[in-house]
T-cell receptor, first 109, second 112 residues
């Protein structure tokens, strides 16, 4: 079993919809949980960063961590075509960040 | 004001050649990284340096040699390039080893 599992998609949703992106993990040692967004031919950029179970909100984005289920989510409200990108979950352990494979998201205008 | 910069942006070369990719960060961060992103977009760490010292060295062929002349720079030298080395290589930096990372724009390497 891979340490971090993420559905690669693609996921296509209409503009304005709520998007739910998810990752599962197997290692209880992960302490920090992140979501990165990567546009085509660009480097990943950090969207959200959290280290505790629960929800963290930033504008239209909400990151959710459930350590008991080893499950993290990113919700995007009122999705926009500019949100179309690849979203990578990432987790930190032993001074190293492990990335999920990324989910390709398409927001249809 | 580019925070993490890499040169070159594109690199096309023949098998067997030796090439270098340079990375510089102006964020004052202590830790720098090299990642490889393959054609399936999987991002995998290769090396990590903290204050010019190597702290992570994943199972990478020894044809790859990182060099950190100072805290703000981490270069990647690749000897005897192979077809399978074709990928996008990202440099990143972070304040410490447990913090979020900031990525450069990537270097797209194509080995012919």
């Amino acid at each position: 079993q891979k340490e971090v599992e993420q559905d690669p998609g693609p996921l296509s949703v209409p503009e304005g919809a709520i998007v739910s992106l998810n990752c599962t993990y197997s290692n209880s040692a992960f302490q920090y949980f992140m979501w990165y967004r990567q546009y085509s031919r660009k480097g990943p950029e950090l969207l959200m960063y959290t280290y505790s179970s629960g929800n963290k909100e930033d504008g239209r984005f909400t990151a959710q961590v459930d350590k008991s289920s080893k499950y993290i989510s990113l919700f995007i409200r009122d999705s926009q075509p500019s949100d179309s990108a690849t979203y990578l979950c990432a987790m930190n352990r032993d001074d190293k960040i492990i990335f999920g494979k990324g989910t390709r998201l398409h927001i249809l205008p | 004001d580019t925070a993490v910069s890499q040169t070159p942006k594109y690199l096309v070369t023949q098998m067997g050649n030796d090439k270098s990719i340079k990375c510089e960060q102006n964020l004052g961060h202590d830790t720098m990284y090299w990642y490889k992103q393959d054609s399936k977009k999987f991002l995998k760490i290769m090396f990590s340096y903290n204050n010019k010292e190597l702290i992570i060295n994943e199972t990478v062929p020894n044809r790859f040699s990182p060099k950190s002349p100072d805290k703000a720079h981490l270069n990647l030298h690749i000897n005897s390039l192979e077809l399978g080395d074709s990928a996008v290589y990202f440099c990143a930096s972070s304040p410490g080893t447990e913090n979020e990372q900031f990525f450069g724009p990537g270097t797209r390497l194509t080995v012919l």
